[in-house]
């Protein structure tokens, strides 16, 4: 159970928080003064405090001031009336979350809550281990493994991590990128600050740049007010923009600026905001490649490449997988409340066997999906989704063919398409040439094309073929 601490002193208000919040996973505890407030703070730990600008004994900034002496890292949400705005935005510019708006709307605030739980909790929890024993609590935010090309980043984070640069993140999706990051963030001197990540792949590139630099009022159609942005409510902290390779170019230019002159502007603003982040970007893109084709600023690279850690997909971690297993069994057996405990030897060889296009987060949804069809205390083949049995079943080709599918949108992202269907038309028509002993009126027959197509399909696949192989016909 998450909780939550509402310090206001309006019953009103109370009883809408009590409302929304009944029938969830969140426990409403509420102080009608500014130094109760302080005081369940500091004994409760809560997970998410609201506060009210206007208090009886206090102002809401006060007590967020005095919050800040013992606690930087829970998120903290202000409720203000369309007078106290700017003491709402002063809130934010200290370091608190977000702010709500009188009257409040409920689903807002339940989503903002949620949101704020999320964060709360990942930024309590231990980001780097490499022992099953340091496990226990079965938390999935952790960077779990023993494998050579893991040690390597772990050795990266320790080297990186305390010196305030820029990292960028290279990995395919799902190998964990944003976990890295976070690692760096709690073990660096920003670990008392706040840590703010932005997809930029999720985010409409409208609103991107909003999002990141914020919005003065009337900005834009629908800017009914002031929004302070991503980069500003992260002041003292870090910054995490993953998938930074499908920014806009125009946002591209904004953020070189931030990082080279660590000033920005908000949308609808000429005035230039100091700030003082740490940024750390990843993405599953190839950006040299990106540079190359114009389709990434090469200024931006560089100043985001001033240290580059390498994430291993999960296929080239085989060490990792019987780990990797153990650890999601004991998570998700006890999340879904599954009595669960072994893990046949042949689920394990098709783990092993299997390509794992989607990594390691392909591996969580997998072991999860199993747990939900199991039952008994072992977790066998039957229990598997169909992608990871079929496989099994049929031979090696479909896990090839899924492995070849992988590899190439980790390696030409931009001509996925081209790369696999040349690569299977090759082998293909290498196979059926062997099966006809290089017969090519039969191979064209086998293949459904005609001989003096397959002919120049054999000369693209080996430019140095002689034509004598021709008369191995009829």
């Not at 900034?61 to 800040?68: A, E, H, P, S």
């Not at 931006?300 to 001033?306: A, D, E, T």
């Amino acid at each position: 159970m998450a909780t939550l601490l509402l310090i206001d002193d309006e019953p009103a208000i109370q009883h809408a928080f009590r409302r929304v919040f009944e029938r969830s996973d969140v426990v409403v505890e509420v102080a009608s003064r500014g130094q109760m407030g302080i005081d369940q703070a500091r004994a409760l730990r809560p997970d998410v405090i609201i506060i009210d600008v206007g208090l009886p004994d206090m102002s809401g900034i006060d007590v967020y001031r005095q919050l800040l002496e013992f606690d930087v890292q829970t998120p903290v949400i202000f409720i203000t009336g369309h007078g106290s705005t700017e003491t709402a935005i002063e809130a934010v510019q200290l370091g608190a979350f977000d702010y709500l708006f009188k009257p409040l709307e409920l689903k807002e605030v339940r989503t903002l809550v949620e949101q704020a739980v999320r964060i709360s909790r990942s930024m309590r929890v231990p980001a780097l281990t490499t022992a099953l024993s340091e496990m226990a609590d079965g938390s999935v935010d952790l960077l779990v493994g023993r494998c050579n090309a893991m040690k390597n980043v772990y050795r990266d984070i320790g080297r990186i991590a305390a010196r305030d640069v820029t990292v960028l993140i290279l990995g395919e999706s799902g190998t964990g990128k944003e976990l890295v990051a976070r690692a760096i963030f709690q073990h660096s001197q920003r670990r008392d600050g706040p840590f703010r990540a932005v997809n930029c792949a999720a985010i409409p590139e409208t609103l991107l740049e909003s999002e990141l630099f914020g919005h003065e009022k009337g900005a834009f159609t629908g800017a009914d007010q002031r929004r302070i942005g991503r980069i500003e409510q992260c002041e003292g902290g870090t910054l995490f923009l993953d998938e930074i390779g499908d920014m806009t170019p125009l946002t591209q230019a904004k953020i070189l600026r931030f990082l080279q002159e660590r000033e920005f502007e908000r949308v609808g603003s000429g005035e230039p905001i100091k700030a003082n982040v740490r940024v750390v970007a990843a993405t599953n893109r190839n950006l040299e490649d990106m540079v190359a084709r114009g389709a990434f600023r090469a200024d931006l690279f560089y100043r985001l490449n001033s240290y580059t850690i390498q994430l291993p997909p999960l296929r080239d971690r085989e060490a990792d997988i019987d780990l990797l297993a153990e650890h999601f069994l004991r998570k998700f057996a006890r999340d879904l409340n599954r009595d669960v405990t072994t893990i046949a030897p042949e689920v394990l060889q098709v783990f092993h066997q299997y390509p794992w296009p989607g990594n390691v987060r392909e591996f969580e949804s997998v072991i999860r999906q199993a747990l939900l069809a199991s039952s008994g205390p072992v977790l066998l083949p039957d229990f598997l989704p169909d992608t990871l049995r079929a496989p099994a079943e049929s031979g090696s080709g479909s896990c090839s063919l899924t492995g070849l599918i992988s590899r190439a949108i980790a390696e030409h992202p931009e001509t996925v398409y081209s790369t696999v269907i040349s690569t299977v038309e090759r082998e293909l028509i290498t196979t059926i040439m062997q099966q006809t002993d290089g017969n090519l009126t039969q191979a064209a027959r086998l293949l459904g094309i005609t001989r003096v197509t397959l002919r120049n399909k054999l000369r693209e696949i080996d430019p140095d073929r002689s034509d004598s192989a021709d008369s191995t016909d009829d």
